[in-house]
DNA sequence: CGGCACTGTCGAAGCGCTTCGACGACCGTG
DNA sequence: CACGGTCGTCGAAGCGCTTCGACAGTGCCG
């Protein structure tokens, strides 16, 4: 493995010289610039990625801490990943991949021991006790999702309340007064993932602004919870025309039930879901949806780590509007029915 | 931050005795060691990864190569993330996670710069290009799949010529004598991914001795492929009366399908099918299956470079054993009916 | 009781890079 | 033509750790 000095005798130079050829701050000749270029080529260098995060502070890797539970919205997870690792190398940076379950203490290890310039943290919770932890840290970090004291620390996350409110919109401006909400589990809930609560407090503010009559429920996972959940909607809320899914994976079981029981979509309900976009489409019936926007908060969230790298300023709170395509799952009601 | 000669001067000793008794890697007095130990609590002292690396040449971190393709399988990939990144932590490793699509240039990077003391790969293609490229890094690989050549590189994955055979087997022994094969999508054929072609030949075997008429088709993904899929099955192989599914997205369009045009599981049609257990759990049929053992394979991954890191031996092969789980989607067939 | 093998600790070198200050060469300016 | 300012390059220090050789002290053997 060659190293720096090597490069350098080969081009006949000093080791800073290609040190400053590499990172550019420094003026070169064009000249000398080519034959370190060579040399580098030639010999098939590469920095040590140690010695330079010993000399620089800087390691050019980041933390994305992630909820590795194997049950529902792996899926969305992957998406937010996939978008978190291609910005990260877009900036030159690489990954290092952290459990949730490490909690507070796999923060410290990694920000400690300086193996990351910055962390960005997904699935946080209303209280998350990593918050109080991560503001410790001399890096910064970027969270995916709205926990309730983040102050200072950025945020950047799909604009859940607007969604529900885009939603109701939606139904109502077709004629639906009466609409059901068929919320995540109540796991989820308990946990107190904060986009559940936003969502729902979105529904129940825009449901009071239209004058909607409203149910909201949380659905347990499997064909049954979605039963007892349909039912206990119908149940408080006769006619319900249509109903709002926060809930990917109640969606197919739901689709199953209404059809079983001979209630079609959208004749007889209308939905509007939200969820990832192929997930939508994929259903027999293809869902008029407000998509779940993984791949540009992951984006948006490396590129804000960065600018606080480069103390560039930032917006400490980034809510992504929400945006709703058609796709024939909402039907007009005709006054009458209203 | 606190470096290792602050512990020492608080603890009145060298920085190489604090360094030897973090490594264990000299005698310490019982005495010396606490009083170490005291300040490096008491200063919350983390060594510097850049510079252990730098000194020591190892970095602790383990390298993941996932296929962060957005389709299918997402669920499976994760699982054998989560066991990767557990695994690596038991082991006081970290997971420095890479995309498939950086192809060679990625592993090179993070080899040549020293980011890495290993790497895993998943998702390995038969003539995968990257197998020649790990041969020439210092720093050992291991596989989780198994291409043509790799010789000289360790791999760990489930058997799937034994699961064809154990899935068979079972169908077999239950009096099935026409049997479909209901594959991957064409996609994962022409991608060449190794299990593919695997399973097939294990069928392919498995169904000649066993004296068993059989026919095997791949399947696209949605609700039209598997129709067509199953039509052309039925066309080659009229009653037919059991089917093995090496296709998890094809599962619950399949069972839709089946139950509308009223055949029903495992009455008319036996089922077993490889995918991951809650899959097979999670259907409206539970099925019998033969897990992918996402899981043991990651374990057993992050192991095996644990091994080649301490210079142990390690098999360079190691196929893990399908079981099968029976869940009541395969019936005794009469031998009347046979 | 001299010599030897440990045991426990220290000091210094060195891992490969970045960065700062220094400095010669060269330019334009008054 | 002398002077200040850039430009381009170098040398050396230092980042924080590991590790090797050295060495004082101790216990044991012959």
């Given at each position: ?12 130079v ?8 590499l ?9 000398t ?6 040399a ?16 620089s ?25 996939t ?47 990593r ?16 926990p ?57 503010e ?31 809320l ?19 039930l ?24 994929s259903m ?20 804000t ?23 024939g799952?909402?039907?007009?009601i005709?006054p009458?029915h209203?």
């Amino acid at each position: 493995m060659p190293t720096i000095n090597d490069v350098a005798r080969a081009a006949g130079v000093s080791p800073s010289t290609v040190s400053y050829v590499l990172s550019g701050r420094r003026p070169i000749s064009a000249e000398t610039r080519a034959r370190v270029q060579a040399a580098i080529a030639e010999l098939g260098f590469h920095p040590h990625a140690g010695a330079r995060a010993l000399a620089s502070s800087k390691t050019n890797v980041l933390a994305l801490v992630a909820p590795l539970r194997v049950d529902v919205n792996v899926p969305v997870i992957m998406q937010f990943a996939t978008a978190v690792v291609t910005a990260a190398r877009a900036h030159n940076h690489d990954v290092l991949l952290l459990t949730k379950d490490e909690g507070t203490a796999g923060l410290e290890r990694v920000a400690h021991s300086t193996m990351v310039d910055a962390l960005i943290l997904m699935d946080l919770e209303r209280d998350d006790l990593r918050i109080p932890a991560l503001r410790r840290l001399k890096q910064p970090s970027v969270l995916i999702g709205l926990p309730a004291d983040h102050t200072g620390i950025a945020c950047v996350d799909l604009d859940f309340a607007a969604a529900a409110r885009e939603a109701l919109g939606h139904l109502a401006a077709h004629g639906h007064r009466r609409i059901g909400l068929v919320g995540p589990s109540p796991a989820v809930y308990k946990r107190q993932t904060t986009y559940a609560d936003r969502f729902l407090s979105g529904f129940l503010e825009a449901s009071a602004e239209l004058e909607l009559r409203t149910v909201t429920h949380p659905c347990e996972p499997g064909a049954a919870g979605v039963r007892d959940c349909l039912a206990d909607i119908d149940a408080q809320l006769p006619g319900v025309t249509a109903l709002v899914v926060h809930n990917e994976e109640a969606l197919r079981p739901l689709l199953d039930l209404l059809r079983a029981s001979g209630r079609r979509v959208p004749e007889d309900v209308s939905i509007v879901t939200i969820c990832p976009r192929d997930v939508a489409t994929s259903m027999p019936v293809t869902l008029t949806s407000i998509d779940i926007p993984a791949h540009d908060v992951g984006t948006l969230a490396v590129e804000t780590a960065m600018r606080l790298l480069d103390g560039r300023r930032v917006e400490y709170t980034r809510l992504l509007a929400p945006s709703l395509v058609e796709r024939g799952s909402c039907r007009e009601i005709s006054p009458s029915h209203r």
